[in-house]
């Protein structure tokens, strides 16, 4: 924990580079710090997942984006941060301005050319188990 | 939101035309209303993501299947609609029943002739941070 | 019910056998047993789905880990159970051990050899709605 989950419709990928928004979103989520200035995720944990829908459907399936002149061909990308239980909300709204700022400056132009929706969310897990092993962690701990 | 996720094992592609199942049930989402006969997801936030499973294994993996004369080749299929919290009890159960009709329209051959296990369940989003930007909303808003 | 969903980066596949895996992991689901010697999980409902992401980024993308003399291509594992509500902790407890048994048997050199993250979580779920609709239950009912 933290992972990032990205589920999108493929078509996306035409116009968006997928693989630099997720070392972005990465990138992001090791550089954050809370009020004391402490980083807010270790860095072997952040982890980022984006997965493309073999299948989708959004809204009517293109006939109103047509009427509009374009091509009809909708998208949608939803991201999910699960993490850990118990940041205090500043710092939850604050991570989530901070990745939303970076999946905007990626996905802006294929918002206002195309027809999208982007939808960020961050849930708190509600694990009743919960084990971690890890041969990340160690790599980026402070001697 | 609201969306709908299906995870499915790919093996039910060779009877099922997902992507027709995918339109069919934004087609629904779209319909349904309330008791007010308001419609209850804007158009624009309408969304169906469908995954076929690269790897998986289902109950004892076929033995019993092909005990029974069948292929043992089993299948599952589930469906996650995540949506915003505050709906009336009456409206989920509502969503849920129209959805599950199209689902078992779909699939009810299959599960007759196959053994197949289909889940449907609606989640009510408990996210702490919620950003959407869309430029699908504004095809569908009336003037 | 139960589900098991595994995302996991692609890069493990090239060490693990990730179909095996879920062999394992669902026959580990259909033996356990609770306090009363009863099967905790009903045979035809157990389900595990892996997909291996199409792009990701973990931890800061390499370098910490070139710098080790590793190949620096972390991976991450992550396995999600969704189970129904309320059963025992002590049985959620004993789930979660026997599953992460059989993860750590499958991953444990990998661990040890690159730099990898592994997270097993049980959540029960809260869904507002259920519908199950199966083929496979009848196979194995006791007469």
New interface residues.
Partial sequence: ?P?L?I???ANIEAQVD??A???E???TM?SIKDEQAKQVFP???????????????????GA??KA?GCSGD?G?V?LN?RMARGRG?SV??H???AL?NV??EH?RTL??R????????????????????????P??RKN
Same sequence: chains 1, 2, 3.
Wanted: proline fraction near 1%; glycine fraction near 8%.
């Fill in positions: 924990m992972h989950v589920l999108y419709t997928v693989a928004l997720c070392r979103l990465a990138d090791v860095t072997g944990g952040v982890r980022v997942l984006a997965y493309p829908a073999k299948y989708h459907a959004v809204a009517d399936g109103a984006g509009a909708y949608f939803y941060l909300d939850k709204q991570i989530g301005k939303e999946v905007m996905l918002l206002e195309e027809h999208i929706g982007i939808t960020l969310q961050i849930d708190e897990g509600q694990e009743v188990f919960d084990a971690k092993n890890s041969s990340l962690h790599l980026f």
